[in-house]
């Protein structure tokens, strides 16, 4: 159930808003004074705060500062009335989440309380590494996993969470970064400040600069009134760019000046702001590729990759299906009010053969699929769908053609046609160098950055990994940094 609270002395308000977001799905409290809303807001912790700008006892733009003192986590929408759309924007700059205009339009009301939402959830709801939750009633969310990877990947977090640097998450789709993100903005010292997303694939482009940097009045057509972006309202916490991969060029150009100087401009305005973000960005794209392109800024990408986690995709970590299958089943049987509390091994073995291109994201909806399918206590193969049953050529093969496409990343044939063209002199040197960069790449995603296990695995030595990556120029070695020459590098970009 969501808390709202709801400060406003104007009791037609209070009713509307009562006979709208009614139990069980939410718990509405109604005040009508800013000292009241504080007191409420202090005893209940609510998830959202609805709140009048014209008060009785005091300003709305000193109630917003008084309630984010208290706890700058909790989204408070502003109401204001027609005409008052300065202090909506003053309010916006001291952090509100939005406001809206009286008289309320229910169907917005409802938009933006439903988003407010999700944004306090990703804030407040834990996430908790590397368990495997017994209690099935556990609030909040794990990263579950104890493979060699997540390891790294939980004691990157670690690293990386307390220290004021920018970090990039690398990984397929559905492999966790959002989770990730989310763990590292709780365990950085801006816990206590906002934690704001945004997917920069899913907003258009004109949409996405004002979104991110906000517009004046008249910026464009229909820029009726200025706009306050999340650099704004987001200063002294934590904004996660999903997606950024994404980012049409001129845009990477203005986030690459917010991160050198911290300032930037609003859409159509000549004022420099300066702002305190910082930045969690992810990605699922070869980044490396989108700059060989020209399609993603070569500076930007230096940039973001000081510090990057690589999440590995679900078949390269199979050692986790276990427990995530049964935490999973344990939470969509709750959820689904389910009998089935246990899985046939067979399905395990099943499920293990499939190479989840989806991988987490994947796998929760073939498990929420087969619960729904199941009758009794137990999930039986049966009740799988049948694209995990019975993969089609392209998932049977796809171990097969993800060798292959490694192989391709050599571009063997392009290159040996490339240099015999140039007629080279030193083919056999420069062969031997493309496939070590080739190998030392692989490997180290496959132990997610971390090089010791690296060296293991390549049977040499760690100081000759480390020369070699530097000699060959890769990049991928800053994934995650193992023990204290990750320290290094993050303790000088802190002080950077
Ligand atoms: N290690 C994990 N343990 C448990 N659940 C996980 C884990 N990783 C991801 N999930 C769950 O899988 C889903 C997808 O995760 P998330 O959104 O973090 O992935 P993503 O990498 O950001 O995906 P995309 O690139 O598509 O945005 C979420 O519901 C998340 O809670």
Redesign the pocket.
């Known amino acids: 159930m969501d808390r709202l609270l709801v400060v406003d002395d104007d009791p037609l308000i209070h009713t509307l808003l009562q006979n709208t977001f009614t139990r069980p799905k939410y718990a509405l409290t109604s005040v009508v004074s800013a000292e009241e809303g504080l007191e409420s807001f202090r005893a209940e912790s609510p998830d959202a705060v609805l709140l009048d700008v014209r008060l009785p006892d005091m300003s709305g733009l000193e109630a917003i500062e008084r309630f984010t003192e208290i706890d700058a986590t909790v989204p408070i929408i502003v109401i204001t009335a027609n005409g008052e759309s300065d202090s909506a924007i003053e309010a916006m700059k001291l952090g509100a989440y939005d406001y809206l205009v009286k008289p309320l339009d229910l169907k917005h009301v409802g938009q933006l309380i439903s988003s407010a939402l999700n944004m306090r959830h990703l804030m407040a709801v834990t996430v908790s590494l590397g368990e495997n939750p017994v209690d099935d009633q556990q609030q909040g ?5 104890n493979s060699a990877t ?1 390891r790294e990947v939980y004691k990157s977090i670690g690293r990386v969470a307390p220290r004021a640097v920018t970090v990039l ?1 690398r ?11 989310r763990a590292i903005y709780q365990h950085s010292q801006r816990a206590h400040r906002p934690f704001m997303a945004i ?1 920069c694939a899913a907003i258009p482009e004109n949409l996405l600069e004002s979104e991110l940097f906000g517009h004046e009045k008249g910026a464009f057509t229909s820029a009726d009134r200025l706009r306050i972006g999340k650099f704004e309202q987001c200063n002294g916490g934590t904004l996660f760019l ?2 950024v991969g994404d980012m049409p060029l001129p845009l990477q150009s203005k986030i690459l000046r917010v991160l050198q100087e911290q300032r930037f401009q609003r859409v159509g305005g000549n004022e420099t702001i300066a702002t305190d973000v910082r930045i969690i960005a ?3 794209r070869d980044l490396e590729r989108l700059v060989a392109e020209e399609t993603f800024r070569a500076d930007l990408y230096y940039r973001l990759n000081v510090v990057s986690i690589v ?1 590995p995709p679900l078949r390269d970590r199979i050692e ?1 299906l276990g427990p ?1 299958v049964d ?2 089943v344990r939470r969509f049987g709750r959820e689904l009010d389910s009998e089935v509390t246990k899985i046939a091994p067979d399905v395990l073995e099943m499920l293990a053969n499939y190479p989840w291109p989806g ?3 994947e ?2 909806s073939a498990l929420k699929q087969a619960i729904i399918q199941a009758s009794g206590s137990i999930l039986m193969v049966d009740h799988l769908p049948e694209t995990i049953r019975e993969p089609d050529e392209d998932h049977r093969s796809s171990t097969r053609d993800r060798r292959q496409r490694d192989d391709d990343e050599l571009h063997w044939s392009q290159f040996l046609a490339e240099n015999l063209e140039q007629g080279t002199t030193s083919l056999y040197a420069d062969s031997i160098e493309h496939l070590e960069r080739f190998l030392i790449r692989r490997v180290l995603e496959h132990t997610g950055g971390h090089q010791s296990h690296a060296s293991e695995i390549l049977g040499i030595t760690r100081s000759s990994l480390r020369n070699k990556i530097r000699n060959l120029g890769i990049q991928i070695d800053q994934v995650v940094r193992a023990g204290e020459e990750c320290d290094d590098v993050i303790s000088s970009m802190a002080a950077d």
């Open positions: 969310e794990a990263l579950i996993g997540m998450l990984g397929e789709s559905g492999t966790g970064k959002e989770l990730v993100a997917n999903d997606e992810a990605t699922h999440l986790d995530l935490h999973l991988n987490i994201r796998l929760q």
